[in-house]
């Protein structure tokens, strides 16, 4: 979420792209750490499989804004940013 924000406030496209970029990168991130977690026992296969359910359906999200944003150059946000 912080990755989105910082990314949002620096009222470039192209960095706001960028920083969706790491936010998906930490979806993954997020999933890696689960199977150590898992493997660990400190989590069980039910919390498992809730964390990586909804780490990929973040990361989809994240790629649809990304889709979104490349495929409409003209779109700007009601707060005046240029992106």
Known sequence: MANI????????????????SIA??????????????LDAGLITPGQFKLLTS???EVSRIISGLRQALRSDKNRRPSNGNNL
Do not use: I, N, P, T
């Open 5 to 20: 924000a910082e990314g949002y406030e620096r009222e470039s496209r192209k960095e706001y792209l960028h920083f969706l």
């Open 54 to 56: 909804q780490a990929e």
């Open 24 to 37: 998906k990168g930490s979806c993954g991130e997020l999933r890696s750490h689960g199977y150590v977690a």
